[in-house]
């Protein structure tokens, strides 16, 4: 639940469970790879208080997973998130994202990963209908917030702002609190015609 919550303190509690995990087994890839994505959501949501640090180790750990991982369709996802968050290439997220969909198929968190990785390769068609593999195959997951927030992107990207609106309002309402989400609303609204949503957006943040 603390890996799962995208939350400050929680963070901070699956970190701390993943260092006693690699204090009595250094090479657990598992733990190398969820803690190098703890990291890197310290560093891309500036909750780090050493953002150049923290971001070293991100990629030191992803590395050193990526060195040792077999066939885990879990490693390879949170291996390529933490790259594709942390880099402006994602060529390397995405050959890791994709190694993960080879073996797993039908893992929504890998399709979400795909998204965003797609849409900051310049690719928002092809996000979206990644996005949109995630919400199919897993209505109820934990971070569904955020393949929503991640589809908003695409449409955002491909002009479409009302799909943008909608999909930023279901991650919204699916985790509230979370700053991207009234971020693509705030600049989503605005084209449409409507002047009060972005104040009131920006401030919820």
Not at 115 to 126: D, I, K, L, M, N
Request: aromatic letters at 8%; glycine letters at 6%; hydrophobic letters at 50%.
């Amino acid at each position: 639940p603390s890996f799962w919550a995208h939350r400050r303190d929680d963070n901070l509690v699956a970190m701390a469970t993943l260092e006693q995990a690699l204090a009595l087994e250094p090479t657990n890839t598992l733990a190398l790879a969820l803690l190098g994505w703890c990291l890197g959501q310290q560093v891309t949501y500036l909750w780090s208080n050493d953002i150049v640090r923290d971001k070293a180790r991100a990629l030191a750990l992803a590395d050193e997973a990526a060195r040792l991982a077999t066939n885990d369709a879990v490693v390879f996802t949170a291996i390529g998130a933490t790259l594709s968050i942390l880099s402006v290439d994602q060529t390397r997220a995405l050959a890791f994202i994709d190694r993960a969909l080879m073996l797993d198929p039908n893992f929504a968190w890998a399709w979400t990963r795909a998204g965003y990785a797609q849409a900051y390769s310049g690719r928002p068609a092809e996000g979206a209908r990644s996005f949109q593999r995630a919400i199919e195959l897993s209505p109820e997951d934990p971070i569904h917030f955020n393949a929503h927030a991640g589809l908003g992107i695409c449409r955002f990207l491909l002009g479409d702002y009302r799909g943008a609106v909608e999909a930023a309002r279901r991650a919204i309402n699916g985790r509230p609190g979370k700053i991207w989400a009234d971020r693509l609303l705030a600049t989503s609204a605005p084209p449409l015609g409507d002047r009060a949503t972005a104040p009131a957006a920006l401030a919820a943040q």
